[in-house]
């Protein structure tokens, strides 16, 4: 699936805020290799040089746009690849944000990821947990309705992508690692016309564009974003935009 940096990053305060809860709660304190997968355009991992100067850090994204959009000339190493191809075997951290509701596998590569870690090695991951939020669901409604299920079925996924937190506690804990596994629900205030749109035309809607041809997703886009402004009106000071997420950090002691 093709990426849009430019586009992905349109929200990139609120995108970046998950990352940063997540890695403030990862305790290592001086690791030698330190992975980002699915690092996106990399402007979140280079803060990972700042939190433990002394690491190796390496960005792995499987879009070409994204790594081609990483920031050239840094200490950070970044390199095109996928979640099931990645070997964990000596990495100390691993961070993965808002990566593996994309990867359906993601069950299976977590206890291997854990095995081949490094001792006293750190995993720590967050996935979107919305997709039974308006913003998921109404699209699933657009795309499974007559004009466009013959166009688009079987191209979005439902909330089973994703488990709950008590599931990767007990998936990482059969593993021998210490976990702490949460949710968060973020209300984002987006501001502009349509936000809500603006925002899942970088993620969400990224398989249905890909699927569409031009004048298809105006269409689709047109019909969406009318059921979006009444899911989320708009309000004085900004469009009201709640975001679940889990959490997931886990302590190879």
Not at 73 to 79: I, K, L, P, Q, Y
Request: hydrophobic residues 45%; charged residues 25%; proline residues 7%.
């Amino acid at each position: 699936m093709r990426w849009d940096p430019a586009q992905y990053g349109r929200f990139s305060a609120q995108r970046g805020r998950p990352f940063f809860d997540l890695v403030t709660q990862v305790g290592a304190v001086a690791p030698a290799t330190v992975v980002d997968l699915g690092c996106g355009p990399g402007d979140l991992t280079l803060t990972l040089v700042e939190r433990w100067p002394q690491a190796a850090v390496r960005g792995i994204d499987a879009s070409r746009e994204m790594i081609g959009a990483a920031p050239a000339g840094t200490r950070v190493a970044f390199s095109v690849g996928t979640a099931e191809e990645f070997d964990a075997t000596g990495v100390d951290v691993l961070i993965s944000n808002a990566t593996l509701q994309w990867v359906p596998d993601h069950r299976r590569l977590l206890p291997q990821w854990a095995r081949r870690l490094n001792h006293d090695g750190w995993l720590a991951f967050q996935v979107p947990s919305n997709f039974d939020a308006p913003s998921h669901r109404l699209m699933r409604e657009l795309a499974a309705s007559p004009r466009w299920r013959e166009r688009l079925r079987g191209v979005l996924r439902g909330a089973e992508t994703v488990d709950r937190p008590a599931d990767y506690l007990d998936l990482l804990t059969r593993e021998g690692l210490a976990v702490d596994a949460w949710q968060t629900e973020y209300q984002h205030v987006l501001q502009g016309p349509d936000p809500v749109l603006e925002w899942v035309r970088g993620t969400g809607l990224r398989p249905v564009l890909e699927v569409l041809g031009e004048d298809e997703a105006a269409e689709f886009n047109a019909e969406y974003a009318a059921l979006l402004r009444a899911a989320y009106p708009a309000r004085p000071y900004g469009t009201v935009f709640g975001f679940l997420r889990t959490f997931v950090v886990a302590h190879k002691a």
